[in-house]
């Protein structure tokens, strides 16, 4: 049996502003959220997704689990809760949605078994919890925020991270449970974040968030099924602190979706947060500029970046990202393809 002190991390909420909250009426899918100190940004993943081959119904189908994943995660923000939590719904939102490779619906290995990732981070302590290769965890971001609570560690892999999941009492299933039958036949819509020499058309489904909340606190998470066929014990960027998830109220929150391999090489996360906290760049220009290096490196994705004065960032060198986000404002946007507003 594990030993570890317990991390506290719940916030103090001001009485008055709690029962306000309450009072606001839920967000309706593709409306605007009453307007507040909070943000989220999510994303689905990123790849070669032309608006010319996707049809309708698939595309409608992605706006649809998109705007399901937002509402719940901005939820928690507008009663209160902390960007962790507004994290953590978030994505396990996305990671029972088949549409996404995240959880069910994960991509395959070489031993047709599917093969989870995860992490999370606080902004404001830089606590942080992640796991890599485990098969029988059903919503792997909460065992992330487990490990980051309840352990002394930051990563665990495979059966370690599994024994820890089962002595915190976690749900767990079958491996079965995330393969679907189109994962089965190859025929999902959507695959996997791709390997160094990814085909055209390759698209890419790893889930993740960044959130600001009431207090002015940053939080990340990351979830993903990783590539496709991958074997020998293969991680990638999602799970690593400071590649693939990154979060610090000294400059920003990220989530990375993309070839995993230039992303490590590029510590793509804590780039974006390094420009901005040591370059004085802003935003745009942090994100922007560490996607051009990783492109520069061979490689191809996107970060989401959200930072404590409520600016977002969503820059991607493929042809679309399944995206959305809730500003301080309320006002709501799902994106697929363009890199502007207006879609």
Not at 112 to 141: C, S, Y
Not at 270 to 286: C, I, K, Q, T
Not at 302 to 310: M, P
Request: net charge negative; hydrophobic share 40%.
């Amino acid at each position: 049996m594990y030993a570890f002190p317990l991390r506290l991390h719940g916030i103090l909420l001001f009485a008055g502003a709690a029962l306000g909250w309450a009072c606001l009426p839920g967000t309706a899918l593709g409306q605007d959220a009453p307007s507040s100190e909070t943000a989220l940004v999510i994303h689905g993943g990123a790849g070669s997704i032309s608006p010319d081959e996707m049809s309708d119904d698939h595309e409608q189908a992605y706006r649809s689990s998109l705007r399901a994943a937002l509402q719940d995660g901005n939820e928690v923000l507008q009663n209160g809760g902390s960007a962790l939590d507004a994290v953590q719904a978030a994505i396990t939102t996305m990671e029972s949605d088949t549409l996404f490779n995240a959880a069910r619906g994960a991509v395959l290995t070489s031993e047709n078994t599917a093969e989870l990732d995860a992490a999370i981070m606080d902004g404001k302590t830089r606590n942080a919890g992640a796991l890599t290769g485990v098969r029988t965890v059903k919503h792997p971001i909460r065992l992330a925020r487990t490990i980051m609570e309840e352990s002394y560690h930051v990563m665990f892999a495979q059966d370690g991270a599994e024994a820890f999941a089962e002595q915190q009492g976690l749900d767990l299933v079958e491996n079965d449970y995330f393969i679907t039958a189109s994962r089965r036949s190859g025929d999902a819509p959507g695959s996997a974040d791709p390997p160094a020499s990814a085909a055209e058309g390759e698209k890419f489904g790893t889930v993740g968030a960044v959130a600001l909340d009431d207090e002015g606190n940053l939080a990340a998470g990351t979830s993903t099924g990783g590539i496709s066929d991958k074997e020998f014990g293969r991680v990638g960027d999602s799970p690593i602190i400071g590649a693939g998830t990154y979060a610090h109220n000294a400059s920003c929150a990220v989530s990375a979706t993309g070839q995993g391999e230039f992303f490590i090489r590029g510590a793509a996360a804590h780039s974006v947060a390094s420009r901005v906290r040591f370059g004085g760049a802003s935003l745009d220009e942090a994100a922007q500029a560490t996607i051009d290096e990783i492109e520069a490196l061979g490689g191809i994705g996107g970060v989401i970046t959200l930072d404590r004065d409520g600016n977002m960032a969503t820059p991607f060198s493929t042809q679309g990202m399944f995206r959305a986000h809730v500003d301080t404002e309320g006002d709501t946007s799902v994106r697929i393809f363009d890199q502007g507003s207006g879609e």
